[in-house]
């Protein structure tokens, strides 16, 4: 291990080589003897009826084993409502349900063959016709609204103080109005599936953030124990809240599995992805903020319009996108109100996409106080430091532990912020305009809970541990933070460490989502590696000067095993509010006749507690941050007003950054443990990067160009 600048260790991915080498199996990369392939068929229609699906074709093609609709697919029991934190199906209504269309893409079929050709061309083959009725996939088109109370058990509908009389009252006011459009998480593995039973228990392999989410949800739909299911993700490349869904394509490739009894695989299209595993929804953000002449917020009114499906009115779980989760804590305000109201839209139903809330809601509260700052000619900075807040105005709690004005000055300096001219369109270099923002970022600290065992066994070569959790490794650097924990915890090279997740044969975790497997997982294997050492201290037999080196050398041949848990935090307990902060500082470089932006520097300072690993933490900062820079100028996902499709539904044509779209970024962190949240004093950071990005950006753009874009993403047009 080598210690950076910021004082945390580093250490490289014990799973990199095995990743880079084909070693670590991925879902579809699984192949059990008898395999066969499913093909989903979806709607050509936003909404309306099936009158008619021949599958005639599709069964006589050759290869074919069993075309599965609404007509054959059986019972399937009472999917889980999500309510319970236990697992949680895409949609209230289970796949194939009826011959109602309620969106574009949706199910009506799937095709099994021996082969994934075959089952390609009987999918081809099948005719649909449809009774279609009317539709709206724009937010302006919507009839049907609802006021969500909550969503995730956050209240939707609030307000503080007395938000009328101080906007009445207020000597500076702002009201405008910010849009985001429907972005995707577009992880880079497809979602994929391979299911095989044996006799009445199930084995699923699957691409999943949440293999005991899965567990729940198909240990419901087809009547079994949850011990009768077994779900396995040891590796998943990307999901960004796509996979903890269970995904309808899982629910059916086990109900064919255990129709022609055999294994199934489905590997959906790129398509499929961006038209079926959930989105991040549309908003638009009336944002009102009253002031004092020195930019004090006296008042901030946070009203949003979003959406979700239609069909789903009702469903406990339904997710609407939580604008004002941050814009109620993170300053100093006295007075607040947030209002949420959600249209019905024929798309797919919208779900967790990376910083679900937050990062929308930056997007309009930090893009509003950099027009306050102008407004009142403050610097942005500065207008920030005068609304921190000492404490959450929210849940009326002291902060954990809060270091954001450190993340400024350090932010500042690392970017030299005080060189910064106050007026736009003042800094230039040849054809180009400069522009320099910033934004501050927030995420919230919670656990989900989670067990681990470690294990600790004498072999030839000296002792080594196994840590055991079903959480899985997304990308986030699992595998090596928890057998770095283990390593420092028994005292071992963290090369005599073995992780294994991913299973729900392992003992229980959550989901790796909310930024928090890390700070779920990690605590326990501490635990568990204290009782192994209590363990072996009375192995030594209380030998009090014995060296740990000794201690583990007693154990050849024996093994000693512990289990050890960390309870679920959400947000808030009876003492604290957890939450995580950041700054960004971004600059710009925008070619006026033609309008090209080019992010040419970013620093980003962080405080997210103590930081695990230097090495994964970077990575993670870094490309949540990148997925902030698609944010504000590449993503956004079209649907088409006239037939109701994505147009867009693929990567030639949704945009993500690419290496030319990345400069250099600067991430550092402050690393003050946050032990009120747990022993290891590490709070999540797997989302934070990007909550603040885009306004960061959209506000340096502003400064180049003294054009504010109010919707994103923020596209060349807007500025010639
Ligand atoms: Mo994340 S949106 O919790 O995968």
Redesign the pocket.
């Known amino acids: 291990m080598t210690t950076t600048q910021e004082n945390s260790p580093a250490h490289v991915r014990v799973d990199g080589r095995a990743k880079v080498t084909g070693q670590a199996l991925y879902t579809a990369d699984h192949h059990p003897p008898g395999l066969t392939h499913a093909v989903l068929v979806g709607a050509t229609v936003p909404s309306g009826r099936v009158t008619g699906l021949d599958t005639a074709a599709a069964s006589a093609a050759p290869g074919v084993l069993l075309v599965l609709t609404p007509a054959n697919r059986g019972r399937l029991g009472q999917l889980p409502d999500g309510t319970r934190y236990d697992g949680w199906p895409p949609e209230a209504r289970p796949p194939l349900a009826d011959d109602t269309i309620h969106r574009w893409g949706q199910y009506i079929a799937l095709v099994v063959a021996e082969t994934l050709e075959q089952a390609q061309y009987g999918a081809s083959l099948v005719r649909a016709r449809y009774e279609t009725a009317p539709f709206a996939t724009a937010l302006d088109d919507a009839t049907v609204v609802s006021r969500p109370e909550q969503v995730m058990g956050e209240p939707m509908q609030i307000s503080r103080g007395d938000p009328d009389t101080a906007w009445a009252d207020a000597p500076v006011r702002l009201d405008v109005t910010y849009t985001s459009p429907n972005n995707h998480p577009c992880a880079l593995e497809p979602h994929a599936t391979v299911a095989e039973w044996d006799g009445e228990t199930l084995l699923v392999h699957d691409s999943t ?1 949440w293999v005991r989410g899965d567990q729940a949800v198909l240990s419901a739909a087809f009547g079994l124990a949850p011990e009768a299911v077994r779900v396995r993700a040891p590796y998943v490349g990307g ?3 796509s996979k ?1 869904a269970t995904g309808s394509h899982t629910i059916l490739a086990a109900l064919a599995a255990r129709r022609i009894g055999r294994p199934v695989k489905i590997v959906l299209t790129r398509k499929q992805v961006l038209t079926n595993v959930g989105h991040r929804s549309e908003t638009v953000q009336r944002m009102r903020v009253g002031a004092g002449p020195d930019g004090s917020l006296a008042v901030l009114r946070h009203d949003t319009r979003t959406h979700a499906a239609v069909n789903e009115d009702g469903n406990p779980s339904e997710f609407h996108e939580p604008t004002s989760t941050m814009s109620r804590l993170l300053y100093d305000v006295p007075a607040y109100s947030a209002t949420h109201e959600s249209a019905r839209l024929n798309v797919m139903a919208p779900g ?5 809330g937050e990062a929308t809601c930056q997007w309009a509260l930090e893009s509003t106080l950099d027009e306050l700052a102008y407004e009142v000619g403050a610097d942005p900075l500065e207008l920030r430091r005068r609304n921190h807040a000492g404490r959450d105005p929210h849940h009326d709690l002291p902060w954990s532990s809060k270091h954001l004005l450190e993340c400024y000055e350090q932010g500042a300096r690392r970017f030299g912020w005080d060189r910064r001219p106050d007026a736009p369109r003042s800094l230039r270099d040849g054809p180009d305009l400069i522009g320099w923002g910033m934004a501050t970022a927030t995420y919230p600290g919670w656990r989900f809970g989670a067990t681990a065992r470690v294990r600790l066994s004498g072999t030839a070569g000296g002792p080594r541990a196994t840590v055991s959790t079903s959480g899985s490794e997304v990308g986030n650097g699992a595998y090596t933070m928890l057998a770095m924990t283990a390593a420092e915890g028994l005292g071992l090279p963290v090369e005599r460490v073995t992780v294994e997740l991913g299973d729900t044969g392992l003992p229980p975790s959550a989901q ?4 928090s497997l890390t700070v779920s997982t990690a605590p326990a294997v501490r635990d568990a590696c204290l009782d192994i050492r209590v363990q072996l201290a009375r192995l030594a037999g209380g030998r009090p000067n014995m060296a740990d080196g000794d201690l583990l050398a007693e154990v050849p041949g024996a093994t000693l095993t512990a289990e050890a848990s960390t309870s679920p935090l959400f947000l808030r307990d009876g003492e604290f509010a957890y939450q995580s902060f950041g700054a960004h500082f971004v600059e710009v470089r925008v070619r006026p006749e033609i309008g090209r932006i080019r992010v040419s520097r970013v620093v980003s300072v962080f405080d997210v507690g103590r930081v695990l690993n230097a090495t994964t933490a970077r990575s993670q900062f870094i490309g949540a941050i990148i997925f902030g820079i698609g944010q504000a100028l590449h993503e956004n996902l079209i649907y088409d007003p006239v037939h109701g499709l994505p147009v867009n539904a693929d990567l030639g044509g949704y945009l993500v950054p690419v290496n030319a779209d990345v400069p250099a970024i600067d991430v550092s962190w402050i690393g003050a443990p946050d032990l009120a949240f747990n022993p290891l004093g590490c709070r999540g950071l ?2 934070i990067g990007i909550t603040g990005m885009a306004p960061a950006i959209g506000n340096a753009v502003f400064h180049a160009t003294g054009v504010r874009v109010r919707s994103l993403p923020i596209s060349p047009a807007e500025l010639v």
């Open positions: 953030q999901m960004f809240g903890i967790w996409m990376r910083a679900p790796t989502g909310g930024s797997g989302e």
